[in-house]
């Protein structure tokens, strides 16, 4: 694999439903069977360096490129089918979904292999797709998208309402999430349909509908029940106007019927409700993680008889507390917990004094909690040993920088430019990142379990130190 070879852009291959541990090794020996190939790329998060699913494979020629989107189309790579097809420099063409439909109520047993080879009689197919789970277990619906918009109206025309293994296919043009969002605000404001719960095992459809039809003539009105005939709590009642459906809904939402309280409102589909609740929930999410930054405090290494109150009593000197947790496997601490403090201060002054002190009989770690997977580059004391394996020994530095040093470290001598004291290379061994001293690191972190101190973070490769602009002197590795 020649990394330095001229990139063919006819010849590139976008590869996608990788496995997170797939790497760039196995998709190479998956592919370097049908022709050259000349680099492989799966992409990555910027900061946790964790798969994003999907890559890309550049081929010497377009002809080993062809050969291996025939030969090699959901071939299993690391214990999954992979999805192959052209790699589209287009950037609106990707995104504008043209000639791309949706495929509902499939049967279980069609997987993408089966969907292409039965749409590929009506075109050109670009991309093909039977959503699954995790464990690869087909979600009822698929997508397939074609070269041209012609033949996906050839195939939805032909194919709809038609029999896949004996079960009935609803087949349409794919939409993209912005004219969902934008169809689903048009039904939640002429919404007929009402959806109540609450009103007790003994309620029928006659009853019911006598409850709803005070309101206004209604179509269809249903109790739904289990396969015991039993009522499930819930049901749905149809008018044909949409004022009598808000009209029951503001009249009888929050009301007493027989003892229960009921729930009455527009009746949603399920992706439709998640929508609509990540919609309401989310700001108040982010809300609660900015309000407790900086004063939320993790706990490494605890006893596993720990509890609550001791924990109070070992961090109450600090300051005000606003909540202690201790997490639990059963009756036993797992190993971990967080403090929280009124303010910063108060919760920096505990991290300072509590890290490294013996509480039981083990000797604590602590450091400002943050989200998962730990995106935030906060240092424990176990940071200083792992920089030193990677990045050489600490430098001493003077008021007066010189132009170059020379140190060595495990891959040999390396010639480093001038830095400045507030650099990366006189960090302290408790202290985060500044703006600055990111501007001189370029080094990617990923998390890793330390068996001194807990969770930590850990750089994934060499550093590559970038020189200062006004400093001439360029590394060399």
């Known amino acids: 694999m020649d990394q330095f070879a001229p990139i063919n852009p006819t010849a590139s291959l976008y590869v996608g439903d990788l496995h997170p541990s797939t790497t760039e090794m196995m998709v190479y020996e998956a592919f370097s069977q049908v022709g050259s190939v000349i680099s492989v790329r799966i992409c990555r998060h910027r900061l946790t360096r964790r798969s994003l699913g999907y890559g890309f494979v550049n081929f010497q020629n377009r002809q080993d490129a062809e050969r291996a989107l025939d030969e090699l189309a959901f071939t299993s790579i690391n214990g999954r089918p992979v999805r192959i097809m052209w790699c589209q420099h287009n950037p609106s063409q990707r995104a504008s979904g043209a000639a791309n439909i949706l495929i509902k109520n499939l049967d279980k047993s069609i997987d993408s292999l089966a969907l292409l080879d039965t749409f590929s009689a009506f075109g050109t197919v670009l991309s093909c797709k039977v959503a699954c789970d995790d464990n690869n277990i087909s979600r009822g619906y698929g997508y397939v998208q074609f070269e041209t918009a012609e ?15 004996d079960q009935q296919v609803t087949i349409e043009p794919f939409q993209p999430y912005e004219d969902r969002e934008a169809e689903l605000a048009i039904q939640s404001r002429e919404f007929t349909n009402v959806y109540v719960k609450n009103f007790g095992e003994d309620m029928d459809d006659g009853r019911l509908k006598e409850l709803f039809s005070r309101y206004g003539p209604t179509s269809s009105v249903c109790v739904m029940r289990d396969e015991n005939g039993g009522s499930k709590g819930f049901g749905f009642a149809r008018f044909e106007t949409h004022e009598d ?30 929508i609509e609740l990540r919609r309401r929930f989310e700001p108040e999410t982010l809300d609660r993680g900015a309000r407790y930054q900086g004063v939320n405090l993790y706990i490494h290494n605890l006893d596993s008889g720990m509890d609550e109150e001791r924990l109070y009593r070992a961090f109450s000197p600090f300051g005000s507390i606003v909540s202690v947790k201790v997490v639990r496997e059963g009756e036993r601490c797992k190993g971990y917990g967080f403090v929280c403090f009124s303010s910063p201060e108060e919760a920096s002054k505990a991290m300072k004094e509590m890290n490294g002190r013996v509480l039981g009989t083990k000797a604590l770690y602590v450091v400002l909690a943050w989200a998962r997977p730990g995106v935030s580059l906060q240092q424990g004391p176990c940071m200083r040993p792992r920089r030193e394996v990677y990045m050489g020994p600490r430098m001493e530095t003077t008021d007066t920088p010189s132009s170059s040093l020379t140190h060595t470290n495990s891959g040999g001598p390396v010639h480093v430019p001038d830095v400045s004291p507030t650099s990366v290379h006189n960090m302290g061994p408790t202290c985060a990142l500044s703006e600055s001293q990111e501007a001189h690191s370029y080094t990617q972190w990923e998390p890793w379990d330390c068996p001194n101190c807990g969770y930590n973070i850990r750089p994934l490769d060499e550093p590559c130190v970038q020189p200062r602009q006004d400093s001439n002197v360029h590394p060399r590795y």
């Open 151 to 165: 033949a996906a109206e050839q195939a939805t025309k032909r194919l709809n309402g038609m029999l896949f293994n």
């Open 245 to 274: 459906a808000q009209k029951a809904v503001d009249d009888l939402n929050g009301k007493y019927f027989n003892g229960r309280q009921l729930f009455v409102s527009r009746a949603q589909r399920r992706g439709e409700r998640q």
